[in-house]
């Protein structure tokens, strides 16, 4: 499950073959691109109901099985910055196409998938070209609704889309798995590729960014390779955390991040200027973005595993078991978007981990004869109320004094940082499960069952103390008044992913 924003068009950048489309022609560019982000979004949440049944097919590991997951959101997250200056200074409808092309073409691979590898590489290539479709699809929304009324109205239809994704995601990929088979969680995303690609003909104009424009190739192969090689190190924990290989690739990660600095500070057109990041208050919103993806991308996804192989719930049940943590913030959120600048960020930022980390830490409590309602709802529920008052104010705390030029940057990053921090946090969660099932003697059924418990168990309690840091984080960085920290008209618009 993700969350966060996507990179809006460079503000002063002059769009070409950008006058505007109107009529009926305008409305069916918003359908599309609409769509477009639904593909984006759902496919990270699809596969989560679908993992017990696609590792038993194709004997995935639970290393292997983890990298499923964690192929799409590190890919994703890894190249959205690139992808974004791609679409850009080469074309938005150029880019668009080629990424919902390529995505419609990854999901087939992955559909068609033999053997893990297979699974995993499609799931690194959606992320690719996801990477690509995402920014240029909200680009293209820019320049197709240029201002005023019509504009308000399609953004808020785009957001709606992206903030109900997560939830399609779940209930799709239970019926989908129960009714056909886990497959088609992936092949089903050809259906949204051909419309989308049919329809981007249809009413999709071309723009792009005027002026002299370069790629920061040095900042986006060092940034990518070392974001891949620490979680890839972090993944390695799982057999040990002071084994050669996993330090190496863990220091190597660093290594190639420091290096991607030192790039940044450097040239002119960087992937990533600098001065995004070094403001404490936004930093400290990114830092929170990552540490929040942790626990939904991260935490989270062992509650399928829990709900359909210790509770016996069939996919489709546990995709509807799924959903009340995303009903809570749905329905938390407009209250607390108005709660919001009568008692600034800091209080809710302070206090949404904590109630997340309450949220975990009663998950944490599930054992392998227990009842839902009382063992897994009331947490979900809990989880819900803390993420909904951490996103509320983390999302403009991440815009917030940003200046026009710097809103699209500055919004990727913090998409960029829930997908990186749940790439991380799966694996390293991944390593806590693998030690907590190592210590159950598995003599039969039963004891298996309450291995997987242990396990998952333990994933929930590491998510609840990396919450729980959140708070500290929010303590330290998230400093200043509400006037200061949320200044009216600040920032440039964000849809935000839920």
Same mark, same amino acid.
């Given at each position: 499950?993700?969350?966060?924003?996507?990179?809006?068009?460079?503000?002063?950048?002059v769009?070409?073959?950008?006058?505007g489309?109107r009529?009926?022609?305008?409305?069916?560019?918003?359908?599309?691109?609409?769509?477009?982000?639904?593909v984006?979004?759902?496919?990270?949440t699809i596969?989560?109901?679908?993992l017990?049944q696609?590792?038993?097919?194709?004997?995935?590991?639970?290393?292997?099985?983890?990298?499923?997951?964690t192929?799409?959101?590190l890919?994703?997250?890894?190249?959205?910055?690139?992808?974004?200056?791609?679409?850009?200074?080469?074309?938005?409808?150029?880019?668009?196409?080629?990424?919902?092309?390529?995505?419609?073409?990854?999901?087939?691979?992955?559909?068609?998938?033999q053997? !893990?590898?297979e699974?995993?590489?499609?799931r690194?290539?959606?992320?690719?070209?996801? #990477?690509?479709?995402?920014?240029?699809?909200?680009a293209?929304?820019?320049?197709?609704f240029?201002?005023g009324?019509?504009?308000?109205?399609?953004?808020?239809v785009?957001?709606?889309?992206?903030?109900?994704?997560?939830?399609?995601?779940?209930?799709?990929?239970?019926?989908?798995?129960?009714?056909?088979d886990?497959?088609?969680?992936?092949?089903v995303?050809?259906?949204?590729?051909?419309?989308?690609?049919i329809?981007?003909?249809?009413?999709l104009?071309?723009s792009?960014?005027?002026?002299?424009?370069r790629?920061?190739l040095?900042?986006?192969?060092?940034?990518?390779?070392?974001?891949g090689?620490?979680?890839?190190g972090f993944?390695l924990?799982?057999f040990?955390?002071?084994?050669?290989?996993?330090?190496?690739?863990?220091?190597?990660?660093?290594?190639?991040?420091?290096?991607?600095?030192?790039?940044?500070?450097?040239v002119?057109?960087?992937?990533?200027?600098?001065?995004v990041?070094t403001?404490r208050?936004?930093?400290?919103?990114?830092?929170?973005?990552?540490i929040?993806?942790?626990a939904?991308?991260?935490?989270?996804?062992?509650?399928?595993?829990?709900?359909?192989?210790?509770?016996?719930?069939?996919?489709?049940v546990?995709?509807?078991?799924?959903?009340?943590?995303?009903?809570?913030?749905?329905?938390?959120?407009?209250?607390l978007?108005?709660?919001?600048?009568?008692?600034?960020?800091?209080?809710?930022?302070i206090?949404?981990?904590?109630?997340?980390a309450?949220?975990l830490?009663?998950?944490?409590?599930?054992t !392998?004869?227990?009842?839902?309602?009382?063992?897994?709802?009331?947490?979900?529920?809990?989880l819900?109320?803390g993420?909904?008052?951490?996103?509320? !104010?983390?999302?403009?705390?991440?815009?917030?004094?940003?200046?026009?030029?710097? #809103?699209?940057?500055?919004s990727?990053?913090?998409?960029?940082?829930m997908?990186?921090?749940?790439?991380?946090?799966?694996?390293?969660f991944?390593?806590?499960?693998a030690?907590?099932?190592?210590?159950?003697?598995?003599?039969?059924?039963?004891?298996?069952?309450?291995?997987?418990?242990a396990?998952?168990?333990?994933?929930?309690?590491a998510?609840?103390?990396?919450?729980?840091?959140?708070?500290v984080v929010?303590?330290?960085?998230?400093?200043?008044?509400?006037?200061?920290?949320? !200044?009216?008209?600040?920032?440039?618009?964000?849809?935000?992913?839920?």
């Amino acid at each position: 499950m993700s969350t966060g924003t996507i990179p809006l068009p460079r503000t002063g950048a002059v769009p070409v073959g950008s006058r505007g489309i109107r009529g009926a022609r305008r409305w069916g560019a918003l359908i599309i691109l609409a769509l477009a982000q639904l593909v984006v979004v759902l496919d990270g949440t699809i596969v989560n109901i679908a993992l017990p049944q696609a590792q038993l097919d194709l004997g995935l590991t639970d290393g292997q099985r983890q990298w499923v997951v964690t192929a799409y959101a590190l890919a994703f997250g890894a190249l959205l910055l690139l992808g974004g200056r791609i679409a850009d200074y080469w074309g938005r409808k150029r880019t668009y196409m080629v990424g919902m092309i390529g995505f419609g073409a990854a999901s087939v691979f992955g559909g068609l998938a033999q053997n !893990p590898t297979e699974l995993i590489a499609a799931r690194g290539l959606q992320g690719v070209f996801a #990477a690509l479709l995402a920014p240029a699809a909200l680009a293209l929304l820019t320049v197709s609704f240029p201002g005023g009324k019509e504009r308000n109205t399609a953004f808020a239809v785009f957001g709606t889309v992206a903030g109900t994704g997560a939830a399609v995601g779940l209930l799709l990929g239970g019926v989908l798995t129960e009714f056909a088979d886990w497959r088609w969680c992936l092949l089903v995303n050809v259906v949204f590729v051909v419309a989308g690609v049919i329809g981007g003909f249809l009413f999709l104009r071309e723009s792009r960014a005027d002026g002299e424009n370069r790629y920061d190739l040095a900042g986006a192969l060092t940034v990518t390779a070392g974001l891949g090689s620490l979680v890839y190190g972090f993944s390695l924990a799982e057999f040990g955390w002071a084994r050669l290989d996993t330090i190496g690739f863990v220091v190597l990660g660093i290594a190639l991040l420091v290096a991607f600095v030192v790039i940044e500070s450097r040239v002119a057109q960087p992937l990533l200027p600098l001065r995004v990041i070094t403001d404490r208050v936004r930093g400290g919103a990114l830092l929170l973005q990552a540490i929040s993806g942790s626990a939904m991308i991260g935490g989270t996804v062992y509650l399928a595993f829990h709900l359909q192989i210790v509770l016996g719930f069939t996919p489709l049940v546990a995709g509807v078991a799924s959903l009340p943590m995303t009903i809570v913030i749905m329905v938390c959120a407009p209250l607390l978007t108005r709660l919001l600048p009568v008692i600034g960020p800091r209080p809710m930022m302070i206090a949404g981990p904590l109630i997340a980390a309450a949220g975990l830490l009663y998950l944490s409590r599930i054992t !392998p004869g227990g009842n839902y309602f009382t063992e897994v709802l009331p947490g979900l529920v809990l989880l819900g109320l803390g993420m909904a008052n951490l996103f509320i !104010p983390m999302q403009n705390l991440a815009l917030a004094r940003v200046a026009p030029h710097d #809103a699209g940057v500055a919004s990727a990053a913090a998409n960029s940082a829930m997908q990186i921090g749940g790439s991380i946090g799966l694996s390293v969660f991944t390593a806590f499960y693998a030690a907590a099932v190592a210590t159950v003697d598995v003599t039969d059924g039963a004891s298996q069952l309450a291995a997987f418990t242990a396990g998952y168990s333990a994933t929930f309690f590491a998510s609840a103390v990396v919450m729980a840091a959140g708070s500290v984080v929010a303590f330290f960085m998230i400093r200043g008044t509400k006037e200061h920290l949320l !200044p009216s008209g600040d920032g440039g618009p964000a849809v935000h992913l839920g």
